[in-house]
């Protein structure tokens, strides 16, 4: 079990990473959609490229992080009726899940989207749109995101086993981490106990 808890750590901090980076393209998406926005509305001049590399850079957002989502627990979930029982048995639940749903529902997505890869790149695929961008990258996209996706799923199916024989702590509490707002609100109010505190020295 201490293999597969250090290859989980791996796993992890891999999704961590990439899924740091990849935040990177929301500002990279959001500043192209800007740039083309304002071309088009003061030259009135477009290019179907500029729109096609905001829905793949989107693709890569989506699909790629998609293991760093379930890395940070963040993936939608309904708890109505899991909720009521002890948190041994919803890890029960939640392995049966990754289990049956997820890792078959993962080789069969990549097993389909494979082929259509391979034969997209060298066929040369081109967008139907005139200008146009290439077609074979977004669509790797997909099996790249989810051997990620199946990647932390074998992490977090590892974790609640070692959870379950009470190696480590839950694997789904998450550490609370402060927002910006609220960092800046603590240091205003330890700006002001300070001087308060000088405040008082001094009378």
Not at 97 to 121: E, K, N
Request: positive net charge.
């Amino acid at each position: 079990m201490s293999f597969l808890l250090l290859l989980s750590r791996a796993i992890d901090r891999l999704n961590e990473f990439i899924g740091r980076w990849l935040a990177w393209l929301v500002l990279a998406a959001v500043l192209i959609s800007a740039v083309n926005a304002a071309v088009r509305k003061l030259f009135n001049m477009s290019s179907n490229a500029y729109l096609e590399i905001q829905w793949y850079l989107f693709a890569a957002i989506f699909l790629i992080a998609a293991g760093y989502t379930l890395l940070r627990n963040d993936h939608v979930k309904i708890d109505v009726i899991l909720g009521r029982f002890s948190r041994r048995t919803q890890v029960k639940v939640e392995i049966f899940g990754l289990l049956v749903f997820l890792m078959p529902f993962v080789v069969t997505v990549m097993q389909m989207t494979m082929p259509l890869v391979i034969q997209a790149y060298h066929s040369g695929e081109m967008s139907n749109n005139a200008g146009g961008l290439i077609r074979w990258p977004v669509y790797a996209m997909v099996p790249i995101g989810f051997a990620l996706l199946g990647l932390q799923g074998t992490s977090e199916l590892v974790k609640r086993v070692a959870f379950l024989m009470g190696l480590i702590d839950d694997p789904a509490t998450k550490a609370h981490v402060k927002t910006p707002e609220e960092q800046l609100v603590e240091d205003f109010r330890r700006q002001a106990e300070a001087e308060a505190a000088a405040e008082g020295a001094r009378k």
